[in-house]
């Protein structure tokens, strides 16, 4: 259950939700013919403070606001929504624009962080000011202590990198306040990223080569200076843009915004005094973490700059165990498949099982990955549809990843198990991703070059 320190005030009760899917199939087919309207050649990095960290495979913000004012303006009793797969906040924080009761799920605590700082209800306005206060603090600080617990840390960080990273820790640490201190913190994240001995061109760690990191000069207070003013910009815009859309009065957020790190398979309890929601909105992960989007190797070296208990007094710290553990308890990440729930998941979603049958012997871990993916998936489909209301639409953006060169169709499998949990498919678009960061040099996640949209709704 939640703590009381996590509780906010339960949304008002929405009124019943009418099935309105010939109304909402005739407002997105308006823009068949614009084959640029999903797909959006060109984008505003700084919109909704999408900039603050490049978070694996984000959503684009423009595209989720155009699907949620479809859906608002055929169902207009629409009042919460709720995202499983939280990631970097893009759902929530394009919910606000219309402000509605907004709640995110998920079990990476980077994630996490960085949601709780784009939702917050309240902010400190003058956070630019204070960020270059952090860095001056930091530039006059000449102690050399290393301030992190992180194990083999020479490998990742150049002796002058580390030096810098501590003396910017210390100097957020010094800051009292909570949510300027996330904002911090995710800045520090990026410039984690920015200036470690870790590859940028892949999401699982893999340190540059000698040569290159020997020829490497930068320095994380220089950097930490740059993205703390461009971060702090980009989110005055975006809480002007909600002021200018009424969603702020007194300075606050109208609505409600909370996030759990939590598992999505566990989470029922968690929102019981706000659930259930009207709308769900959400990106899954394409497959097990390991060997798709390693969302936790990508946010291990961040996490262990970041004071744990600023992100949630309840982190576990063993998730920073090793480069893999935020992956392992995943979806898909351990526990083996019984016969029971295969032969149970294969009753769901016949598109699976022939896909399943068809898989080459290699690579050997192929059948067990994706099976244990999507057995664990469908237990998260029971929780998060446990969650809607009657009648409520559910908006997924899915890609399909590809094991042994074949294409796992993503798409039908997930439509098929959401009709055996008795929801209805009502349509599905295509959308080119021409931006979108995918990690190039992941070879079962190389041909991700489109996103399936898909229309559900529970019965």
């Known amino acids: 259950m939640r703590s009381t320190a996590a509780k906010s005030s339960p949304p008002e009760a929405s009124t019943a939700l009418t099935a309105v899917d010939d109304v909402l199939v005739r407002a997105l087919a308006r823009h068949r013919d614009d084959p640029d309207f999903w797909s959006l050649k060109t984008r505003d990095r700084t919109d909704s403070a999408h900039c603050v960290f490049q978070y694996p495979a984000m959503m684009v913000p423009l595209v989720q606001r155009r699907l949620l004012a479809a859906v608002i303006e055929a169902q207009p009793n629409i009042k919460s929504l709720y995202d499983p797969f939280v990631g970097s906040g893009t759902s929530l924080v394009s919910g606000m624009h219309f402000a509605l009761n907004v709640y995110g799920t998920d079990i990476n605590p980077l994630a996490v962080l960085i949601s709780r700082v ?25 102690r050399s202590g290393i301030d992190t617990t992180l194990s083999n840390r020479d490998k990742w960080f150049k002796p002058e990198v580390l030096t810098e990273l ?9 800051c009292e306040d909570l949510w300027v201190r996330r904002f911090l913190w995710v800045t520090l994240a990026e410039t984690v990223r920015l200036t470690s001995n870790d590859r940028t061109s892949t999401y699982k760690l893999h340190a540059r080569p000698v040569e290159e990191i020997e020829a490497r000069n930068v320095s994380p207070i220089d950097v930490f200076a740059d993205l703390v003013s461009r971060n702090a910009d980009s989110f005055a815009f975006f809480r002007k843009k909600l002021r200018d859309a009424g969603a702020i009065s007194n300075a606050r957020y109208r609505g409600a915004a909370e996030i759990a790190l939590a598992d999505t398979r566990e989470s029922k309890t968690y929102w019981a005094d706000v659930a259930p929601f009207d709308l769900m909105m959400t990106s899954p992960p394409y497959g097990d973490n390991q060997t798709t989007v390693t969302y936790g190797q990508h946010s291990y070296l961040p996490l262990n700059w970041i004071d744990l208990a600023d992100i949630d007094p309840n982190v576990d710290a063993e998730m920073l165990r090793t480069t893999l553990e935020i992956d392992r308890r995943s979806l898909g990440g351990r526990d083996p498949v019984s016969e029971e729930e295969e032969e149970q998941l294969f009753a769901g979603s016949p598109t699976l099982k022939n896909f399943v049958a068809a898989l ?13 993916f999507y057995r664990d998936f469908r237990a998260s489909l029971e929780t998060m549809i446990a969650q809607v209301r009657q009648n409520s639409y559910m908006i997924w953006t899915v890609g399909n990843r590809s094991i042994a060169g074949k294409q796992v169709p993503t798409d039908a499998v997930l439509s098929e198990l959401m009709e055996d949990a008795k929801c209805a498919t009502v349509t599905m678009l295509t959308r080119r991703i021409h931006h979108k960061r995918m990690p190039d040099r992941n070879a079962s996640s190389a041909t991700m070059r489109e996103e399936k949209i898909l229309l559900l709704r529970k019965l």
């Open 118 to 142: 784009r939702t917050a209800r309240k902010v400190e306005f003058t956070i630019g000011a204070i960020g270059a206060d952090v860095v001056k603090r930091a530039r006059a600080d000449r």
């Open 166 to 174: 501590s003396r910017l820790r210390r100097s957020i640490r010094a």
């Open 360 to 372: 080459p012997a290699r690579p050997i871990d192929g059948r067990l990955r994706l099976v244990r």
